[in-house]
């Protein structure tokens, strides 16, 4: 399975949490910038993903998506994926790492869990969508006291891997690759 395949796989999967995001953008946009993260099983091979936007210094570094196969839930994959792209946004100079995700899902538990800082609630931007909390995980802070002691673990991709976007990629939390089902508008990066 390709990596996007996992990314089509687990979104068509998780329609409700995560919405769409066409293979295009996928393939044209995280794919080749390499703005992803995977989560890999030593069995099961891949069972999820993070896609996140171009890192820059001084500016944050925005999480786009993440998902984890159903099975494989509740063990810190996605934890560890996040650690992951924290050592990318240190290394890259971002000022922290900021997410959205709709105020009804359970993930909001992860990210509290993980120490988000809850920065603000949007309402709805349009019927169908949802209400939207934002939040940031500061760099400077240690992460959860479950990774402090932890050996840093190989990355997909390093900081030093990425290059200036080209000039049509599209800017970091744009929020624009997102539907949610039965809207036509983008709506949530999360
Ligand atoms: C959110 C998601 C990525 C979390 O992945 P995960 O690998 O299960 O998360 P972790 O195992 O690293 O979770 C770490 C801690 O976060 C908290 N947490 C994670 N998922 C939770 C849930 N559904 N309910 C309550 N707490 C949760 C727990 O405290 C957990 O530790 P514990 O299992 O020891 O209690 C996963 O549930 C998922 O893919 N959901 C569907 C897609 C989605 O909602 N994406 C995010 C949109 S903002």
């Known amino acids: 399975m390709t990596d996007q395949d996992l990314m089509i796989e687990l979104q068509r999967q998780n329609r409700d949490s ?3 995001i066409p293979d295009s953008t996928l ?36 999480i786009h998506q993440t998902c984890l196969q159903l099975d494989y839930r509740r063990r810190k994959h996605a934890a560890e ?20 995700c709709a105020i009804d899902l359970p993930a909001n538990s992860f990210w509290r869990w993980f120490g988000a800082e809850l920065l603000r609630t949007t309402p709805p931007k349009t019927p169908g969508s949802r209400a939207l909390n934002h939040y940031a995980l500061y760099l400077d802070t240690d992460p959860h ?9 190989p990355c997909v991709q390093s900081a030093s891997d990425f290059s200036a976007p080209p000039s049509s990629s599209v800017e970091p939390n ?17």
Do not use: M, W
Not at 43 to 55: C, D, E, H, M, N
Not at 174 to 190: E, M, R, V
């Open 145 to 153: 006291p479950l990774f402090r002691s932890r050996t840093i673990q």
């Open 27 to 62: 393939r044209d946009r995280y794919c080749k910038q390499a703005t992803y993260l995977i989560s890999t099983h030593r069995t099961a091979g891949k069972i999820g993903f993070l896609l996140f936007g171009v890192p820059r210094r001084n500016e944050a570094l925005y």
């Open 18 to 20: 995560l919405g769409f």
């Open 81 to 100: 994926l996040v650690r992951r792209l924290a050592e990318i946004a240190t290394a890259a100079g971002c000022t922290e790492i900021r997410l959205r």
């Open 174 to 190: 744009d929020g624009s690759s997102l539907l949610l089902p039965g809207s036509t508008q983008p709506t949530s990066t999360l």
